[in-house]
T-cell receptor
Framework: DSGVTQTPKHLITATGQRVTLRCSPR?????VYWYQQSLDQGLQFLIQ???????AKGNILERFSAQQFPDLHSELNLSSLELGDSALYFC??????????FGPGTRLTVL | AQKVTQAQTEISVVEKEDVTLDCVYE???????LFWYKQPPSGELVFLIR??????QNEISGRYSWNFQKSTSSFNFTITASQVVDSAVYFC????????????FGTGTRLKVLA
């Protein structure tokens, strides 16, 4: 158990809908990272927040957004969902150094 | 640009065989970290090892061993006497030691260990 929690574990929705994925980092960790694992793109970095501020962006679509709240939990919002957004979404946290601790992931299925 | 290549898409071995998973990386940074993660069928990412670019010592942990060679930009992973429970997808990842610590993952190698 990494100490990072993600909810929900599974999410099934329809095209065009909007969903929110939630991540609670390890106690004391200030950084939260979001990754997407899809069949065609593999595991790729989406976005990072550090202590409430956006720190870096990767291959994140404009339909996707994220935020980190004062209690340091983070949410990833996915809107106008398409079939290709079906993937496993991981959240990871770190105190600020290079090693990240991954949550169990949220499996999103868009029908 | 940074890149991690895992050329082996899938490997099948019979239980008790040794197996090596290859990882080749590209980076212009002089300091970086390399990682291996295991992703079992349940889907979570399990941390296996972290290696600093300044530490080229090979490491052994039980049946697992890692061979890091900067000269060939490789960080290979060997499982000795494989077991069915080793069946998983294994990812190699690279991270630089400055700026944003985003992982660059390889495409993964699916290991199937047959009983």
């Amino acid at each position: 158990d990494s100490g990072v929690t993600q909810t929900p574990k599974h999410l099934i929705t329809a095209t065009g809908q909007r969903v929110t994925l939630r991540c609670s980092p390890r106690s004391g960790d200030l950084s939260v990272y979001w990754y997407q694992q899809s069949l065609d793109q593999g595991l790729q970095f989406l976005i990072q927040y550090y202590n409430g501020e956006e720190r870096a962006k990767g291959n994140i679509l404009e339909r996707f957004s994220a935020q980190q709240f004062p209690d340091l939990h983070s949410e990833l919002n996915l809107s106008s969902l398409e079939l290709g957004d079906s993937a496993l979404y991981f959240c990871a946290s770190s105190l600020g150094g290079p090693e990240q601790f991954f949550g169990p992931g949220t499996r999103l299925t868009v029908l | 640009a940074q890149k991690v290549t895992q050329a082996q898409t899938e490997i099948s071995v019979v239980e008790k065989e040794d197996v090596t998973l290859d990882c080749v990386y590209e980076t212009r940074d002089t300091t970086y970290y390399l990682f291996w993660y295991k992703q079992p069928p349940s889907g979570e990412l399990v941390f296996l090892i972290r290696r600093n670019s300044f530490d080229e010592q090979n490491e052994i942990s039980g049946r697992y061993s890692w061979n890091f060679q900067k000269s060939t930009s490789s960080f290979n992973f060997t499982i000795t006497a494989s077991q069915v429970v080793d069946s998983a997808v294994y990812f190699c990842a690279l991270i630089k030691t400055s700026g944003t610590y985003k992982y660059i993952f390889g495409t993964g190698t699916r290991l199937k260990v047959l009983a």
